[in-house]
């Protein structure tokens, strides 16, 4: 049915943003597209990068330019717009931050009122980003984990619809179009690996489940791309249950690292992200705080690219990877960048 509403050749001529591929994405009605167009996010060359390392072909997906500053904007566009067209009025999150801030902005396009529970200590920008969208911010001692309690209970009390990560489909369907660009920016043959800084979750299961549609449409050629999960060493659950072949993470006591977006920890959805990179060949890797910090400075001095640190972790995942043979100097690897540097000042300091 699909294949018939639209075919590759079509895509050309489409919006330039996400919604390119709006078959393929639950919203019904087109007036519920709530969007500030985000997606398609360029794909950036790391030349000079790829010199050093001695590899030709590492490359950027580059959600660092994204409307609020990360890659969560795609999956509240997509869930903001389907509560919308459900009749939602209040929506909730727990957030280590971004989501908070793509959600305030959408709900505020969409005239509904959001209720955010991050950290006490999410990085500054990001809450203030919440606050100019108007939303309604609680600071919880303790982690995404205290907040999603309290999340939960409003959302058992139906005080709100919930849009934390994994507990709504709507926002792993967004991200799908993470995959889908992926795909149309390689022509439609997938880098060898795709390099990914994993929270949540999300981020891998859109991607997995994107290449799985497009596979079924016909869409594709050539082999899968294999997801590579990266953690840092403050907070790395799911990166150790792949290393030690479990299906669940044990819960990571006294998380932390400055990359907000990878402090969590027992991930929701963690057979999920398992599942998706097991299936696809890949692996997962633990960086220091160390490594992903001086990522970050290389990217930003070498290719004129700041990104946040959770994308810098996956540069800093490369020199691991080439040791342990899970890439190879001649493959197309891609890295994903799920935000601007520029809400993390003080991991400048
Ligand atoms: C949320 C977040 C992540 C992790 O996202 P998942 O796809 O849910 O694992 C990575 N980077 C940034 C900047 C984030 O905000």
Same mark, same amino acid.
């Given at each position: 049915?699909?294949?018939?509403?639209?075919?590759?050749k079509a895509l050309m001529s489409r919006v330039r943003s996400m919604w390119r591929y709006r078959e393929l994405l639950p919203v019904n009605d087109? @007036?519920?597209?709530?969007?500030?167009?985000?997606?398609?996010?360029?794909?950036?060359?790391?030349?000079?990068?790829?010199?050093?390392? +001695?590899?030709?072909?590492?490359? #950027?997906?580059?959600?660092?330019?994204?409307?609020?500053g990360s890659f969560k904007a795609r999956g509240m566009a997509c869930a903001i717009s389907k509560c919308k067209e459900l009749g939602v009025r209040k929506v909730a999150v727990a957030t280590a931050g971004n989501a908070g801030a793509a959600m305030s902005a959408?709900?505020?396009?969409?005239?509904?009122?959001?209720?955010?529970?991050?950290? @006490?200590?999410?990085?500054?920008?990001?809450?203030?980003e919440c606050e100019i969208y108007g939303a309604h911010i609680s600071l919880v001692n303790g982690t995404i984990a205290d907040a999603g309690r309290l999340v939960s209970e409003g959302m058992a009390r139906k005080e709100w619809f919930e849009l934390s990560t994994m507990k709504e489909p709507y926002r792993?369907?967004?991200?799908?179009?993470? +995959?889908?660009?992926?795909?149309?920016?390689?022509?439609w043959t997938l880098p060898d690996a795709i390099i990914y800084p994993t929270g949540g979750g999300t981020g891998i299961v859109g991607m997995s489940k994107a290449f799985d549609e497009l596979n079924k449409l016909?869409?594709?050629?050539?082999?899968?791309?294999?997801?590579?999960?990266?953690?840092?060493?403050?907070?790395?659950p799911v990166a150790k249950a792949i290393q030690e072949h479990k299906d669940h993470c044990e819960f990571w006591e006294n998380a932390h690292t400055l990359a907000a977006g990878l402090r969590v920890p027992k991930p929701y959805g963690d057979?999920?992200?398992?599942?998706?990179?097991?299936?696809? +060949? +890949?692996?997962?890797?633990? #960086?220091?705080?160390?490594?992903?910090?001086?990522?970050?400075?290389t990217l930003a001095r070498k290719e004129g690219i700041w990104i946040c640190p959770e994308g810098a972790a996956t540069l800093a995942s490369i020199p691991h990877l080439l040791e342990r043979s899970a890439i190879d100097r001649d493959e197309r690897i891609l890295l994903y960048n799920t935000g601007s540097g520029i809400l993390y000042p003080e991991t400048l300091r």
């Open positions: 049915m699909i294949g018939k509403a639209t075919s590759k087109d @007036r519920n597209i709530t969007t500030l167009g985000e997606g398609y996010t360029p794909v950036l060359k790391l030349n000079r990068i790829g010199l050093a390392l +001695g590899m030709k072909n590492v490359y #950027v997906k580059d959600d660092g330019q994204i409307p609020t959408y709900a505020a396009q969409a005239g509904m009122d959001a209720f955010i529970y991050m950290p @006490r200590d999410t990085p500054t920008p990001i809450r203030l792993v369907e967004g991200k799908k179009t993470m +995959g889908f660009e992926i795909a149309e920016q390689f022509e016909g869409w594709l050629s050539g082999q899968s791309a294999r997801l590579i999960s990266v953690q840092t060493a403050g907070c790395a057979y999920l992200i398992i599942k998706a990179v097991n299936k696809s +060949g +890949g692996t997962s890797v633990i #960086v220091s705080e160390d490594e992903m910090l001086n990522s970050m400075k």
